[in-house]
């Protein structure tokens, strides 16, 4: 099958390089030409673990080119895929700009019958906007072409993106018509041979379900979030009271990790655009409001214990910050708590020594050159002449620690670990103080 993509991001790299993988014919359309030049040289400019050499392979096959020309790319599929940005607009809705931009584009170019395919995370009713605008192109065109949209939003995970997009549990598409369904079941078609995973449901219905989802998870993240403070008021530790819930098959153990609250491109601006949607829609969403204002408060506790550990006296201190990515196997830092933590350290006074991974070009990228802030090449030699360490994020890289030696190289005996990685007993018997989240002792 031809299929073109617009967007060559997380969502239509992985989707582009997935679809090849499995025989179509693949043209990914991008408006950032040096991204696009990147690409076109084998060089993947995102993080995300198989992605290179899947793209690699399928180039060398020829089944997976990428073009900055947009009229090449609606001519070429009859599936059009829109994976472009939706980012949040400054009152919390999502900004549509990119999405009805790439549907202007495709209304311009088409000359024969298409089926846009909106991948993007978009609110309820964008499906019939997208329709409007490629109608009003062909409109001023003054030509009558066959079209349909539909929705199919995305489900991957960065950091196993390949392994979602593959064998993920469900492939949702919003249509009523039967010519979109047969185009998506041959799309889909080497994804659904185990068992059936296309699930064909009303527009609406796949529009909401991905901001349902993702509210789903936030919601679960923050709802243990607030145990956890809780568990730190009343001396209870909130990992044993993750086994104690998650043991429970009804609740399960997968999202109910303590931490230093969600971030990435995803959850922070889906739970906003959901609540804006319910406002829209007049109906007060309290609970949907409540989790991001959980999720607001725990992105401070991280700085709230290093106040405590050093008795608000920040100014000065170097302060070792292990992980950036706002979750592991990422180099994404849209969100991540360790931002709010360096942005209040350097507010502070203190300086950052970060090790990250794959990160640290991203946070270069997103901070430039500054003499606070000291990118290391290794996870140790962050800790050389700092004063603490703190955990932003849970890289399999730190799960690992020498508590005695690290006694000896951190200047003053503060571990602040936002993930829960360690055994308090190790650390403390290591005579390290031990600030985690939700564990009875450090509020
Ligand atoms: P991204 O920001 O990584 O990439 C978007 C790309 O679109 C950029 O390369 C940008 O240059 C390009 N673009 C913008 N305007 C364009 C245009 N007019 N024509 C062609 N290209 C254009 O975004 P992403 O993380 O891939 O997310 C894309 C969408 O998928 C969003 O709606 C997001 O919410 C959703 N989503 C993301 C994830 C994720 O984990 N990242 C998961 C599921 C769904």
């Known amino acids: 099958m031809r299929i073109t993509i617009f967007g060559s991001g997380y969502v239509g790299l992985v989707t582009g390089a997935c679809l090849a993988d499995v025989g179509h014919d693949v043209i990914c359309v991008d408006v950032d030409?040096?991204?696009?030049?990147?690409?076109?040289?084998?060089?993947?400019?995102?993080?995300?673990p198989g992605l290179e050499s899947l793209i690699r392979q399928n180039q060398a096959a020829g089944r997976l080119r990428f073009t900055t020309d947009a009229a090449k790319g609606v001519a070429f599929g009859l599936l059009q895929f829109i994976a472009v940005g939706t980012p949040s607009d400054e009152d919390g809705s999502a900004d549509l700009r990119h999405v009805l931009k790439v549907a202007e584009t495709i209304g311009r170019h088409m000359t024969e019958y298409r089926i846009i395919v909106d991948k993007s995370t978009v609110p309820v009713g964008t499906a019939s906007k997208?329709?409007?605008?490629?109608?009003?192109?062909?409109?001023?065109?003054?030509?009558?072409?066959e079209f349909d949209v539909c929705s199919n939003p995305?489900?991957?995970?960065?950091?196993a993106a390949i392994e979602d997009f593959s064998r993920g549990s469900r492939i949702v598409v919003?249509?009523?018509?039967?010519?979109?369904?047969?185009?998506m079941r041959e799309c889909y078609g080497p994804y659904n041979r185990q068992q059936e995973k296309l699930m064909f449901m009303a527009v609406r219905s796949a529009e909401l379900t991905k901001y349902a989802a993702n509210a789903m998870l936030a919601t679960k993240i923050s709802f243990i979030n607030e145990i956890a403070n809780l568990a730190e008021r009343l001396g209870a530790d909130v990992e044993e009271v993750r086994h104690g819930i998650g043991s429970d098959p009804r609740i399960g153990y997968s999202f109910i990790y303590p931490g230093c609250g969600y971030g990435g491109s995803c959850f922070p601006k889906d739970v906003k655009a959901l609540a804006h949607t319910a406002e829209a829609?007049?109906?007060?969403?309290?609970?949907?409001?409540?989790?991001?204002?959980?999720n607001g408060r725990q992105k401070g506790k991280l700085f709230e214990k290093l106040c405590l550990a050093f008795d608000g006296q920040?100014?000065?201190?170097?302060?070792?910050l292990w992980g950036l990515a706002f979750k592991p196997n990422t180099d994404d830092m849209r969100e991540a708590p360790s931002?709010?933590?360096?942005?209040?350290?350097?507010?502070?006074?203190?300086?950052?020594?970060?090790?990250?991974?794959?990160?640290?070009e991203e946070c270069r990228r997103l901070y430039g050159e500054r003499d606070d802030l000291i990118l290391a090449e290794r996870r140790d030699e962050a800790l050389e002449g700092a004063h603490a360490l703190v955990i932003c994020t849970e890289w399999k890289a730190?799960?690992?620690?020498?508590?005695?030696?690290?006694?000896?190289?951190?200047?003053?005996?503060?571990?602040v670990d936002g993930r829960n990685l360690y055994h308090p007993d190790s650390v403390k018997a290591a005579g390290l103080g031990y600030y985690a989240i939700g564990r009875g002792d450090s509020v």
Do not use: H, N
């Open 339 to 360: 931002r709010a933590l360096m942005e209040a350290l350097w507010q502070a006074g203190a300086r950052v020594q970060a090790f990250d991974p794959e990160a640290a």
């Open 398 to 415: 730190f799960r690992t620690v020498d508590f005695a030696r690290l006694r000896e190289t951190l200047l003053e005996p503060v571990v």
């Open 314 to 320: 920040l100014a000065g201190k170097t302060i070792a």
């Open 174 to 183: 919003g249509t009523e018509s039967e010519r979109v369904k047969s185009a």
């Open 33 to 48: 030409e040096a991204k696009v030049a990147r690409l076109e040289a084998g060089e993947v400019p995102i993080y995300e």
């Open 130 to 145: 997208v329709e409007r605008v490629v109608a009003a192109e062909l409109d001023r065109r003054g030509v009558e072409l």
């Open 281 to 294: 829609a007049g109906y007060p969403a309290e609970m949907i409001g409540a989790v991001e204002r959980v």
């Open 154 to 159: 995305e489900f991957l995970k960065e950091g």
